[in-house]
């Protein structure tokens, strides 16, 4: 073989084998991205379709965990196109706005976003009402620290779970009413509880900061974290691009992202204590994240080298949706505690736990 023509096949071998490695490394195709979101819309009617077996709208309560259930499924209308998804929260929100509900502290407000769902799909203006109590509860009237950060049901103490139960609904009802402070009053709590919640040798948060002492709780919890990365996201949806906090807000949704993958397991899913391997993984929090790493990506954010990050976690969630729709593996209720607390919360079902996953299905 004559030397020139040796070199031209090693040449030929050497562009093929880059075109293949720009193939393997490219972003997901249109015929790739169709058949990933067909698969998880075809998890969202499992899943939807098993609230509607499982809950009676008619008796849930106007409360945190049902709330995000109502959410789930409210995007599970949008995205679908089932009129049977919205025709729950309908009567759940029919039930419970027969009079005006009572706000007591962070843990009643999430219910008020989907009551501003139920405004547009239904010009009700009881609903529209709802929402405006609540935004001038939490802006008139719950407690808060000396640099305005809200409290949440502990006098004294933040939790970083209000951050979701408090900041999309602000956000939204102020740019559907044109009512741009409580559009910053968003932005401004989620910077806040970050600063007073951050650990500076994860880059993640702690449960919870004690305005008396100045101090946070000893570990970071998977779910409360997942609260702060979805109030992030859906702020984020609705937070106008020239707003002088976006770059902030975008800036702490791509860290998140970039320290997650750090501790994402090899299943897909993160544990309860996401820096503790010897804890139980859970699917909530999880879930959660999964809305942070497909906004981020969408958006152009943070690396496409991180889809490979949402895949694993789009089959970890798969693996804890069983045959009949049921989202298991679900921790309960929590407060702060330590890496044992939390070890020893009881996994199980829970309607948060199908609101966090259809959150994280339908979220595109």
């Known amino acids: 073989m004559m030397p020139s023509t040796f070199y031209r096949i090693l040449v030929h071998i050497y562009l093929f084998a880059a075109c293949i490695t720009v193939i393997c490394s490219s972003p997901t195709t249109a015929a790739d991205y169709d058949a990933v979101r067909s698969e998880e819309l075809a998890k969202v009617r499992l899943v939807a379709d098993k609230v509607l077996k499982t809950y009676d709208p008619s008796r849930m309560a106007w409360h945190w965990g049902e709330a995000t259930l109502m959410l789930g499924m409210t995007r599970a209308a949008e995205t679908t196109g089932d009129a049977r998804y919205s025709d729950f929260v309908i009567k759940w929100l029919e039930q419970n706005t027969r009079r005006l509900p009572l706000i007591l502290n962070p843990d009643f407000c999430l219910p008020a976003l989907s009551a501003l769902y139920g405004y547009k799909k239904t010009d009700n203006k009881k609903y529209l009402q709802v929402a405006e109590k609540t935004v001038k509860m939490i802006m008139t009237k719950f407690p808060r620290a000396g ?177 009949d729709g049921i989202v298991f593996d679900v921790s309960g209720p929590t407060n702060p505690g330590d890496a044992a607390h939390y070890q020893k919360i009881p996994l199980g079902e829970q309607p948060y736990g199908y609101g966090a996953a259809l959150l994280a299905l339908t979220q595109e």
């Open 147 to 323: 640099d305005r950060t809200l409290y949440h049901i502990v006098p004294g103490q933040v939790w970083v779970d209000e951050l979701f139960m408090l900041t999309p609904l602000l956000a939204n009802f102020g740019v559907q009413t044109g009512h741009h402070e409580y559009v910053d009053e968003a932005a401004t709590q989620i910077l806040l509880v970050r600063t007073h919640t951050r650990d500076d040798a994860t880059g993640l948060s702690r449960h919870s900061w004690n305005a008396a002492d100045n101090t946070m709780s000893p570990d970071e919890w998977a779910r409360g974290n997942g609260w702060i990365v979805m109030a992030m996201a859906e702020v984020l949806d609705v937070l106008p691009n020239d707003h002088p906090l976006r770059a902030n807000l975008v800036q702490e949704l791509k860290s998140y992202v970039e320290t997650l993958t750090q501790y994402q397991d090899e299943s897909g899913l993160w544990h309860t204590v996401i820096d503790r391997k010897d804890t139980y993984l859970e699917t909530s929090g999880s879930a959660m994240f999964m809305v942070g790493f497909k906004k981020a990506l969408r958006e152009g954010w943070v690396d496409d080298k991180y889809r490979e990050n949402l895949d694993r976690a789009r089959r970890g969630l798969y693996a804890k949706i069983a045959e």
